[in-house]
């Protein structure tokens, strides 16, 4: 009876979707055609209650190309009006995104746009995805790098 009500009092709360941003990026291993990256996100949560996540689904688009997919099933809380950080490993096919960046105007060659876009998996009663959508940008200077850090 606790679960259910539980599930029912969710229902009546309109979700804000979560705020979900690139922190990191740590390149693991790469050929000419695939990256394995292991990118550090922050999750941010508006809401007044707890997210329990269950997993995430992300693409990753760079300077308005598809650059990277992933999807993690790691399981943590995003605590009411507060922020989780978490790891996760993405597969990127770097060439076409990487042309672009490179034929691009030299202003635009500091720093590239990025999009985030997909949903967390949460164990929310009947809610059981939530899905986001952010942007940012991306120092050029830090691609080659180990490790770098988003704005």
Not at 14 to 34: C, M, T, Y
Not at 37 to 61: H, K, T
Not at 82 to 94: I, N, Q, R, S
Request: glycine fraction near 8%; charge should be neutral; charged fraction near 25%.
């Amino acid at each position: 009876m606790v679960l259910l009500l539980t599930g029912c009092a969710g229902l009546g709360t309109k979700l804000q979707s979560p705020r979900v941003s690139v922190i990191g990026i740590r390149a693991l291993k790469a050929d000419l055609f695939e990256q394995s990256l292991e990118v550090r996100l922050l999750v941010e949560n508006p809401n007044s209650l707890d997210i329990p996540v269950r997993g995430l689904d992300v693409n990753v688009e760079l300077a308005e190309e598809p650059f990277a997919q992933g999807t993690s099933a790691r399981e943590f809380t995003v605590p009411a009006r507060g922020e989780a950080e978490f790891d996760m490993l993405v597969t990127a096919h770097a060439a076409t995104a990487l042309l672009r960046i490179a034929t691009a105007g030299r202003e635009e060659r500091e720093q590239v746009g990025y999009r985030l876009s997909g949903k967390l998996s949460t164990r929310l009663g009947l809610l059981r995805s939530i899905p986001f959508e952010e942007t940012g940008t991306l120092p050029l200077a830090d691609l080659g790098s180990r490790k770098r850090k988003a704005e």
